[in-house]
Nanobody, 118 residues
Framework: QVHLVESGGGLVQAGGSLRLSCAAS????????VGWYRQAPGKQRELVAS???????NYADSVKGRFTISGDNAKNTVYLQMNSLKPEDTAVYYC????????????WGQGTQVTVSS
């Protein structure tokens, strides 16, 4: 099992930056993939960025070049650095951990609100 705690959300003006943190209850090297998802009101949850245990990353087209996902193995934490924020980035951001054993288990954090004002 994996417990995830997100932090770092808040209110920022368009063009600003935020860094989200996802602290895991176990080594992130033991997790197959950690991803950041977001859900805006009235919309489906969507993948923003993910990183695998082999450090392969993936980004949604809408955030490429603006967001960076990274991990700190010593702190069991995955970060999402968000630059050049836009009002359309406003959403609740969730951290997800996918563990394959070979069954696939998905664990979610409680979410953190990001609001970008224009």
């Amino acid at each position: 099992q994996v417990h995830l705690v997100e932090s770092g959300g808040g209110l920022v003006q368009a063009g600003g930056s935020l860094r989200l943190s996802c602290a895991a209850s176990r080594s992130i090297k033991s997790i197959n993939a950690v991803g950041w998802y977001r859900q805006a009101p009235g919309k489906q949850r969507e993948l923003v960025a993910s990183v695998t245990s082999s450090s392969s990353t993936n980004y949604a087209d809408s955030v490429k070049g603006r967001f960076t996902i990274s991990g700190d193995n010593a702190k069991n934490t995955v970060y999402l650095q968000m630059n050049s924020l836009k009002p359309e980035d406003t959403a609740v951001y969730y951290c997800n951990a996918r563990v394959v054993t070979p069954y696939v288990y998905n664990y979610w954090g409680q979410g953190t609100q990001v609001t970008v004002s224009s």
